[in-house]
């Protein structure tokens, strides 16, 4: 979430401290605009960018942001652009002003504005999103075995190539697993996105699905969420995504584990001389992508 901060240059460190408490207490991403206060045409251009670009303007002790008249024309501006305010201050920020940050993060309102149907329709609607989330999930299984495939096959030919390459030309032989090593670490940094991509979007599907069952007499998924403790309690319910994202990450260990094993085999068999730049380079490669991939 892109917000401006307005403050003074002394609040700075408790202002950023405070932001920091409120994103890992309310699980919000926050990126705020922080400009250094100057008074400059060059200032007031970008104050006024960093205005128009953001989300929401956050004001870190107001009182002490009116005595400024850097910080004054910053909120007068944020007026005049119409952008949410929120109040912050070092001395415990008002729960309301950050259920009000929480809000606009999660488009609650606007979200809520979408359910005006009633009757059949929304009925209808129900049953829509229902079939929805069931071709998500069917979509959601065959991308796994694509990868799972993909990978699979990756990884024997890979096998099939270096054994090859190893009658031939040690070089050819690790230059192909490098290379095949690089791809099946890309195609599982991908798988892993992906994965989180669907389980997002389906955790939205099912936000949907709740809302509309407000307006039914029996609210049986919202009573199934009940029964498995809200997400809540691990020992009653694990994520599918969090524990779906454990296998390309054991896959990237394992080809990052073949690459690496087959490198300190080539140097340890006499090889040094010819592979030593090479394996550098490479390695540092595969250590970037997994480090990426972890992240």
């Known amino acids: 979430m892109k917000v401006f901060l307005i403050h003074r240059f002394v609040s700075r460190k408790a202002a950023l401290a405070c932001i920091k408490r409120i994103t890992k207490s309310e699980h919000i991403s926050i990126d ?26 956050l004001i870190f002790n107001r009182d002490e942001c009116l005595k400024s008249v850097n910080a004054t024309w910053e909120i007068e501006k944020a007026q005049e652009l119409k952008r949410p305010v929120i109040l912050l ?5 008002d729960q309301e002003e950050i259920r009000k940050l929480s809000d606009l993060y999660h488009y609650s309102e606007e979200f809520n504005s979408y359910f005006k149907g009633k009757g059949t329709e929304l009925e209808s609607l129900f049953k829509l999103m229902v079939e929805s989330s069931e071709q998500l999930i ?18 024997a030919i890979a096998g099939a190539l270096a054994k090859f390459g190893t009658n031939k030309s040690p070089t050819i032989s690790f230059i192909v697993l490098s290379f095949f090593g690089i791809t099946g670490l890309l195609l599982c940094n991908s798988w892993r996105k992906l994965i989180d991509n669907y389980g997002k979007l389906n955790s939205a599907k099912y936000k949907v699905i709740l809302k509309l069952e407000e307006s039914l007499s029996a ?5 199934e969420w ?9 020992q009653k ?25 087959t ?33």
């Open 89 to 93: 201050s070092s001395e415990g920020s």
């Open 263 to 295: 490198s300190v085999w080539m140097i340890c068999a006499g090889n040094f001389l010819c592979f030593s730049a090479i394996n550098i380079l490479v390695l540092i490669g595969l250590i970037i992508f997994h480090r990426r991939l972890r992240d």
């Open 226 to 234: 009940a029964a498995l403790g809200k997400g809540l309690r691990p």
């Open 219 to 223: 609210q049986i998924f919202s009573a």
């Open 32 to 57: 705020p605009t922080v400009l250094d206060s100057s008074g400059t045409e060059s200032w007031k251009l970008a104050a006024l960018a960093g205005i128009e670009e953001s989300e929401a303007v």
């Open 138 to 155: 069917q979509r959601r299984q065959k991308m796994n075995a694509f990868f799972i495939t993909a990978i699979g096959s990756l990884m």
């Open 237 to 261: 319910y694990q994520s599918f995504t969090s524990s779906e994202n454990l296998v390309p990450l054991w896959f990237a260990l394992l080809i990052f584990s073949l690459v690496f094993f």
